[in-house]
């Protein structure tokens, strides 16, 4: 069972980043409706992701990467900044949910500026990670 968490964490990933990308492409077209309907199905996706993550680590450990050379160095700078940004995006996904669901949406407004971006970042690079150390 283990086997198959690192491919179905990259497709919570990947059914993420395109959530993300639609919820804000409603927006721009001003349907708040839709717009919210995939952010929160993007944040459902995203804490199945973390929680299957989590269990696939507590139970596989640590996977090393076996490329060289230039890709090795651009696997390891990608991997850093995906882990880095990933830890911060957990508190800016809630503080940006929390203001929506209270309507507070000048504020939602402001810190969803910088949540998407990352939010989107490290969702692919989760899957650009996943297929460097499966597929490449």
Do not use: E, Q
């Not at 708040?32 to 929680?51: D, K, N, P």
């Not at 900044?81 to 990933?86: F, N, R, V």
């Amino acid at each position: 069972m283990t086997d198959a968490l690192p491919t179905v964490n990259a497709s919570l990933n990947t059914l993420s980043a395109v959530m993300i990308v639609a919820g804000r492409r409603a927006i721009r077209r001003g349907d708040r409706r839709v717009h919210a309907r995939f952010m929160i199905g993007a944040v459902c996706t995203s804490t199945l992701f973390l929680i299957s993550y989590i269990a696939y680590h507590y139970t596989a450990g640590h996977t090393v990467y076996d490329g060289t050379g230039l890709v090795r160095a651009f696997y390891y700078l990608l991997l850093f900044s995906h882990i880095a940004l990933a830890a911060a995006v957990v508190p800016l996904v809630l503080v940006t949910l929390y203001r929506a669901l209270k309507g507070d949406f000048g504020r939602h407004r402001r810190i969803a500026r910088w949540t998407l971006p990352i939010w989107l970042y490290v969702s692919v690079t989760g899957v650009v990670v996943y297929l460097m150390l499966y597929w490449f």
